[in-house]
């Protein structure tokens, strides 16, 4: 976790699942303290077995958040961010991001090079970059 604003509370948690032999689930957990103005998280699913896009959830307010996918032959990217002018209440905590994918059936999947990265700024003007592993 890298943090340059210390002002701007915010932690994560996160969680793999399998629910079928093929199918993938990686989730992303968030509490923070402070409204935020600004957000984007990032997933990077490493494509070393067929891996593709089969949903993509997230539980902040209609409206105020946005997410989208692309597909590399090496990489599948998850994004989120925050729409211009939108907050993200601090009432409204916690949250989650969530990507699902299916995947070459009967593969075991070693999820220790899927990162996620998330990009946060407070109304009250305090910013923290965040990033770890599934």
């Given at each position: 976790m890298?943090?340059?604003?210390?002002?701007?509370f915010?932690w994560?948690?996160?969680?793999?699942?399998?629910?079928?032999?093929?199918?993938?689930?990686?989730?992303?957990?968030?509490?923070?303290?402070?409204?935020?103005?600004?957000?984007?998280?990032?997933?990077?699913?490493?494509?070393a077995?067929?891996?593709?896009?089969?949903?993509?959830?997230?539980?902040?307010?209609?409206?105020?958040?946005?997410?989208?996918?692309?597909t590399?032959p090496?990489?599948?990217?998850?994004?989120?961010?925050?729409?211009?002018?939108?907050?993200?209440?601090?009432?409204?905590?916690?949250?989650?991001?969530?990507?699902q994918?299916?995947?070459?059936?009967?593969?075991?999947?070693?999820?220790?090079?899927d990162?996620?990265?998330m990009?946060?700024?407070?109304?009250?003007?305090?910013?923290?970059?965040?990033?770890?592993?599934f």
């Open positions: 890298n943090s340059t604003n210390t002002e701007l915010c994560t948690s996160n969680a793999v699942s399998n629910p079928s032999t093929n199918y993938q689930v990686e989730q992303l957990n968030l509490t923070c303290t402070q409204t935020l103005i600004n957000m984007t998280i990032i997933f990077i699913i490493q494509r077995y067929n891996e593709t896009h089969a949903q993509q959830y997230q539980t902040f307010w209609n409206q105020s958040t946005n997410m989208t996918y692309t590399t090496t990489q599948l990217t998850y994004l989120w961010y925050s729409l211009s002018g939108m907050e993200i209440v601090k009432e409204s905590f916690p949250h989650f991001v969530e990507a994918y299916f995947y070459t059936s009967g593969s075991v999947r070693n999820t220790s090079g990162t996620w990265q990009w946060l700024k407070s109304i009250q003007g305090g910013t923290l970059y965040l990033d770890g592993t």
